[in-house]
């Protein structure tokens, strides 16, 4: 039987970060900005899609050029 480690939380937030930093380290994308939402602390949520899919965004007060 093999035993898989447990991971925290953080443990495994950074992981998936490295993961997709590493798999997507300069990305340009193409497509509709909607449910563009700025939030009075600063972050802002938004929507990035398609004819076909989406993907949920934020960009951090402390990363926005605002």
Not at 21 to 45: I, M, R
Request: with cysteine; net charge neutral.
């Amino acid at each position: 039987m093999t035993f898989r480690p447990i991971l925290t939380i953080s443990q495994l937030t950074s992981q998936i970060k490295d993961c997709l930093e590493g798999g997507f380290p300069d990305v340009w994308v193409e497509g509709e900005l909607s449910n563009y939402k700025s939030q009075p602390s600063g972050h802002t949520y938004f929507t990035l899609k398609d004819a076909e899919s989406s993907i949920r965004g934020v960009v951090f007060r402390s990363y926005s050029r605002f």
